[in-house]
């Protein structure tokens, strides 16, 4: 019984570390991309942690709608419900995001907050990107090429 709960705070300990790290590469790539000024990571980090988190808790609350409805996909009650806080959760969402994006440009401006609509997904891609170059895949590669057809030999040598 020991053993396996310390297996099993390790594996909440390790998974913890993988978020820090994760919002930590996460920050970084938007202070590069965004090329902020001390004065301005003093007033915008603050603003994100507190947008970060709230996105958290959306992703939670839709999670558990989800796993609510997967529980009882033939309950049409739970399902109307289900759709109904989704649809509720993204309108939240999108109130958030507008908040933040206005919050953010007495900070950074108009021309970053353009840009920082877009980081997100530029650090998806980067971040995938950098673990197939890790695993040997290179960008764009999804491992290794076809082989010619018919094994590259000119028709007139095929048999």
């Known amino acids: 019984m020991l053993i396996i709960i310390l ?42 942690d507190q947008y970060e988190a709230k996105r958290k808790d959306f992703r939670q609350a839709m999670k558990t709608v989800i796993d609510k409805a997967e529980a009882s996909p033939a309950d049409e009650k739970v399902v109307i419900e289900s759709i109904d806080a989704v649809t509720k959760i993204r309108k939240e969402e999108a109130d958030l995001d507008a908040k933040y994006f206005k919050d953010s440009m007495p900070i950074i401006g108009a021309e970053r907050v353009g840009k920082l609509t877009r980081l997100e997904e530029e650090f998806r891609r980067t ?12 960008p764009g590669q999804h491992g290794p090429p076809p082989p010619p057809p018919h094994g590259g030999r000119p028709p007139h040598e095929r048999e």
């Not at 919002?23 to 938007?30: G, I, M, Q």
């Not at 971040?127 to 290179?138: A, I, S, V």
């Open 7 to 48: 297996a099993q705070s390790t594996l909440v300990a390790n998974a913890q570390r993988g978020q820090e790290k994760m919002s930590e590469l996460r920050k970084n790539f938007v202070k590069e991309q965004l090329a902020l000024t001390p004065d301005e990571e003093k007033k915008f980090w603050p603003l994100y």
């Open 127 to 138: 971040l995938m990107e950098k673990l197939k170059d890790k695993r040997g895949g290179g």
